[in-house]
């Protein structure tokens, strides 16, 4: 059943009493809340519309969308990494509106990213790529090269490492990695981080089929079992129904559909791109 988006607006974590006061209830803020978002670049048309979503802890999200919907514009908006035109994102019950640079990372810092193009640098090793999702909250010195990274901190990168499955070539370089190897590496780095939320954008676009599908298999896995809220952005609609709780589906820059994925289908999802 396919259950089309009305945006109803509900305010998390109190109800209002009157004007300025509001009686709090133990209902914990979403993880991402976001309401009325737009963004438009030079051209005439706008990018975001309006968008308006949240999401709880614990919950995968896939957003799904013809290439051009504004999915990639939206994560970036949703992290301050673009500032948006207008509208209000709440990351972990903060409102990032009027934060500072240094806060804004702090924040930032509890969210991994992995990308499509999974970015590691090419000549250290998968274990030292690891290591750099220490960075946030580790001396350069030490989060930089596994050799000389302290002993605990190695030990978790390693562990980070063996979470998807690659602790057997911890010391070859990034660059004699297969694609899927590689993206296993940004997901283990993102790992490193400690994040409550990973946003990834289309993780598994540049892999052939059989190893995107076994990397989001895994992702999904290690987000689930380790209670992380997860966004991801897919063109692939099986990943999207498998792999999320919930899909979202972004049209034109507005979103046309929210549903839990066990209500809908790769066929009805297809029918959005028509
Ligand atoms: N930095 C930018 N400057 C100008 N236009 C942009 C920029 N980023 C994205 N766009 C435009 O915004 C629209 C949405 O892009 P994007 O968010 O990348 O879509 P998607 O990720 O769904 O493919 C596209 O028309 C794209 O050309
Ligand atoms: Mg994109």
Redesign the pocket.
Known sequence: MLNTFSPAVTLEGGIPVSGSEVLETTTPPADLWVRGLTKR???ATP?LKGVAFQVKAGQRVALI??????????L?CCMHL?PPDSGEVRLFGTPLAGLDAAALRRLRSQVGFVFQKHNLVPRLSALSNVLHGALPRTPLAQAWFQGLAPAPLRHEALHCLERVGLSHIALRRADKLSGGQSQRVAVARALMQRPRLIVA??PAASLDPVAGDEVMALFSGLVKDEGLTMVF?SHDLTHAVRYADRVIA?QR?EIVLDAMSHEVNVAELRSLYA
Not at 65 to 74: E, R, W
Request: proline share 0%.
């Open positions: 670049f030079e051209a990018v969308g013809a290439n051009g919907a504004g999915k990639s514009t939206l970036r673009i954008d289309e952005t972004l820059g």
